[in-house]
């Protein structure tokens, strides 16, 4: 039972343009949600983090947005450059939950040139 | 910043065998974590740690344990390797407060054969 879901296993963006990758979620507890990035053969680096009550986070030209209603979020990446080609992982925190993330099953995100 | 070191990058052993991962962080984080990482699975939370000898299992603890004996250091033992637990290991440590943002170690990549 996937609590959040990365429907897109892959994606894949023409340089330049903007990147858009999709993350769902079914626990209405959660309050946190984080976005990381892996390279191959390196540990997940912390990206950005929205928090429930917000709608919108920006770093640089990394941008989240949050849909509760819909219990939708996307990571924007914009420009899109070859060294942000890596595997993206949504994550989110519940109230009460012992400071766990649960993460999703990850988008590999490919950036031609 | 935060750092986390794994004790092995690669690791090669035999089914069977007695394997020790060693993770050390250095930031006085409360919470530690060790994920596996396989191929279309995402991460996968196999034990945690809130507090000095204090454990909680995870999504699939079969086949490891855990030891926190000091509060920068957490391991992951994996009694009797089994070729199914050819995997990345990743480390993880986090602050008591929101978002919990998780940093990760570089991986251990062990191969059971």
């Known amino acids: 039972d996937q609590q959040v879901k990365q429907n897109s296993p892959s994606l894949s963006v023409q340089e330049g343009r903007i990147s858009i990758l999709n993350c769902d979620y079914t626990?209405?507890?959660?309050?946190?949600f984080l976005w990381y990035k892996k390279y191959p053969a390196e540990g997940p680096t912390f990206l950005i983090s929205?928090?429930?009550?917000?709608d919108k986070n920006e770093d640089g030209r990394f941008t989240v947005f949050l849909n509760k209603s819909a219990k939708h979020l996307s990571l924007h990446i914009v420009p899109s450059q070859p060294g942000v080609s890596a595997v993206y992982f949504c994550?989110?925190?519940?109230?009460?939950?012992?400071?766990?993330?649960?993460f999703g099953k990850g988008t590999k995100l490919t950036v031609n040139p | 910043d935060v750092k986390v070191t794994q004790s092995s990058r690669y690791l090669v052993k035999r089914t069977g065998e007695k394997v020790f991962l060693e993770c050390v962080q250095d930031?006085?984080?409360?919470?530690m974590f060790w994920y596996r990482q396989d191929p279309g699975l995402g991460l996968r939370l196999i034990y945690f740690?809130?507090?000095?000898?204090?454990?909680e299992k995870g999504d699939i603890p079969e086949g490891y344990s855990v030891s926190r004996e000091k509060k920068e250091r957490f391991s992951l033992i994996l009694e009797s390797a089994s070729t199914n637990q050819t995997s990345m290991y990743l480390c993880?440590?986090?602050?008591?407060?929101?978002?919990?943002?998780?940093?990760f170690g570089p991986g251990t990549r062990l191969t059971v054969t």
């Open positions: 740690s809130y507090d000095v000898k204090m454990k």
């Open positions: 626990n209405s507890m959660f309050d946190y």
């Open positions: 929205i928090s429930s009550i917000k």
């Open positions: 993880a440590s986090s602050l008591l407060a929101p978002p919990y943002e998780q940093y």
């Open positions: 994550a989110a925190s519940a109230k009460g939950g012992s400071e766990k993330l649960v």
């Open positions: 930031m006085d984080h409360e919470n």
